[in-house]
């Protein structure tokens, strides 16, 4: 009798590429790709969510945070309604494009670029790995599909996200274990989490230095394990034998399950096609891509503003990354910024739906180009007054910026992120008069961390949300409607959800000005016009002045 179940299994295992109810998303999937029909799918989507459901939710080191594990649990009982109201994950499944073919997950962090494998946390071993993180099974050749479910569909990454491994053909005694789980008709269903997290079992002594060799009796101080094991990106799903790394992964519009979000339609403003490589001086790059001689003139200080958003991905970039930039842009222009010193990065070879409104816009890739101007505009003297950085990349839960994925790989390379330690390298000692770091990104404690011990940046702010951001627009609308007589502090303090970040020493007079740099609260107040000749966009230096920058700067080059 099992002989003969066994082709049935076999067979079932195979994508269909029959109709079927459920609509996949356009944004990404490749031509000739096999499709699983929606109630297969659906039967995926609705015992992973159950098993989730049905376990324990952590503190720490589980497939969720525990909050948002505990609202899943919750929505689990009455999917249906939790769909009506937008609650319920969206569906994202993946299919070989040949019946046999295995599936890799790849990450922007890297992980997954090995052999995949489920890295639950084990059970408590005597081995483990050098970093202190739970070894994981071992590594197959891939698997015969995958699954994900995001439960903030259309929120900016990084946010946590649930990934599943699905194995065909395995038989129930090979997938019973403590993590996984079978659904039936040979099929094994296996959540993954991050291969080298924290090891959750690991005990921490406390920061301070002698604590455990103070007076007898005393309990040797412990902090709760800080490790992030879930994974907080949309993978690139590929073929485990495909060199060019096809995303295979695309959602799904299944009944009870939030719909798909939209990508941004995405159309290049420049003619060149072939990706510019910075580091390579070749004919096909001869082009400055981003004019920085203009930035800084004789005898002249200027307000500057660099705004960086867009997604790291075209499935992942949406209509409210545009919307942001257009945004914080409209609201600089009104306060007085000059579009020559508005330098918008956004997606890959800039995008012709924002430049349309917004003029040039550079591609999101060239971080260098980015770099280099911050470090023009921080190492000039006199060269901007109001320095204003708005960031709306994905982020990783360390802080680290994704600018775009421009060979497709599906992992962030040392030029496709940006780092905190960068971004604070690039402002320390900045000769601006003051820098408003706006941060509209998922993760932006550790920034605000390193910021608040740093005594190298005594002339930045950063303003932040006081809790993870879920995305839209919501920071850059509030943001938008400042106004150029307006106080930066009165225009915070009404407000709850936003707070501002000062580096240790920084004087709160920083934000008792406009954006501009104009006083809040001059006697008498300042008119309009007097307000626009003084302090917004550009004003002309005294020559005594210019020269004596000058000669306190070259000393400075010529060390």
Same mark, same amino acid.
């Given at each position: ?16 590429? +029959? ?7 356009s ?23 159950r ?67 489920a890295?639950?946390?084990q ?14 099974? =071992?590594?197959?050749?891939? *698997? ?5 479910? /995001? ?39 296996? =959540? ?35 490790? !992030? ?20 992964l ?11 979000p ?5 159309? +290049?403003?420049? %003619? ?13 790059c ?45 609201? &600089? @222009? ?16 800039? @995008? ?24 023009? #505009?921080?190492? %000039? !003297?006199?060269?901007? /007054?109001?320095?204003?950085?708005? &960031?709306?990349?994905?982020?990783? +839960? ?19 992120? $940006?780092?905190?330690?960068?971004? !604070?390298?690039?402002l ?14 998922? $993760? ?13 940046? =005594?002339?930045?702010v950063?303003?932040?949300s ?16 400042? @106004? ?5 502090? *009165? ?17 709160a @007079? !920083? #934000? ?9 609260? +001059?006697? =008498? ?34 060390e």
């Amino acid at each position: 009798m099992a002989a003969l179940l066994w082709p049935l299994a076999l067979l079932a295992s195979f994508p269909v590429s +029959s109709s079927f109810s459920g609509e996949p998303s356009s944004s990404s999937s490749s031509s000739g790709e096999r499709r699983f029909p929606a109630w297969r799918v659906s039967r995926w989507a609705s015992a992973a969510l159950r098993h989730v459901a049905s376990g324990p939710c952590p503190e720490r080191g589980g497939l969720l945070p525990r909050a948002q594990c505990q609202r899943l649990a919750r929505l689990s009982s009455s999917s249906a309604a939790a769909a009506s109201q937008g609650a319920a994950p969206a569906v994202y499944v993946s299919a070989p494009a040949r019946p046999g073919t295995k599936l890799r997950a790849l990450l922007p962090d890297g992980w997954g670029d090995r052999a995949s494998a489920a890295a639950a946390p084990q059970a408590p071993s005597r081995s483990h790995n050098a970093s202190g993180g739970a070894l994981s099974r =071992p590594a197959a050749a891939g *698997q015969d599909a995958i699954l994900v479910l /995001d439960p903030s569909p259309g929120a900016s990454f990084g946010h946590p996200i649930l990934l599943f491994y699905l194995d065909f053909n395995v038989s129930p005694r090979r997938c019973r274990s403590r993590d996984r789980l079978y659904l039936g008709s040979y099929e094994c269903l296996t =959540p993954a989490q991050r291969n080298h997290c924290e090891n959750q079992l690991k005990r921490r002594p406390g920061r301070g230095k002698g604590w455990s060799q103070r007076a007898s009796g005393r309990v040797r101080r412990e902090e709760a394990p800080v490790g !992030l094991c879930e994974i907080h990106f949309l993978p690139t799903v590929v073929a485990a034998q495909d060199p060019k790394h096809l995303q295979n992964l695309h959602c799904m519009n299944l009944h009870g399950f939030s719909l798909c979000p939209q990508p941004l339609s995405l159309v +290049s403003s420049s %003619s060149t096609a072939a990706y510019c490589e910075l580091n390579k001086n070749t004919r096909r790059c001869h082009r400055q891509q981003l004019p920085m001689y203009k930035s800084c003139r004789m005898y002249q200080t200027c307000d500057h503003a660099v705004l960086i958003a867009g997604g790291w991905q075209e499935q992942v970039t949406y209509p409210h990354h545009a919307q942001n930039l257009l945004l914080f842009y409209q609201m &600089l @222009q009104r306060n007085g910024f000059r579009q020559e010193h508005i330098k918008a990065f956004f997606a890959n070879e800039g @995008q012709a739906s924002v430049a349309v409104e917004m003029g040039e816009v550079h591609p999101a890739t060239e971080k260098l180009a980015i770099r280099s101007h911050l470090a023009l #505009l921080c190492r %000039s !003297l006199h060269c901007a /007054d109001s320095l204003v950085l708005y &960031l709306n990349s994905p982020a990783a +839960s360390d802080g680290t910026m994704l600018l775009w994925d421009s060979n497709r790989n599906g992992i962030a390379d040392p030029k496709e992120r $940006y780092p905190i330690t960068e971004l !604070l390298a690039d402002l320390e000692n900045c000769n601006a008069r003051r820098v408003l770091l706006f941060l509209d990104q998922s $993760y932006p404690g550790p920034l605000a961390k390193k910021l608040r011990a740093s005594r190298r940046h =005594p002339n930045v702010v950063l303003v932040r949300s006081n809790g993870a951001t879920t995305g839209g627009s919501a920071f850059a609308e509030f943001w938008a409607g400042l @106004q150029p007589d307006q106080c930066l502090l *009165q225009h915070i303090l009404p407000v709850g959800p936003w707070s501002a970040v000062l580096a240790s020493g920084v004087p709160a @007079q !920083l #934000l008792n000005v406009t954006l501009a740099g104009a006083p809040c609260h +001059s006697v =008498p107040p300042l008119g309009e016009e007097e307000r626009q000749r003084r302090y917004q966009g550009c004003q002309n230096l005294p020559t005594m002045l210019w020269y004596q920058s000058r000669h306190q700067q070259l000393p400075q080059e010529d060390e």
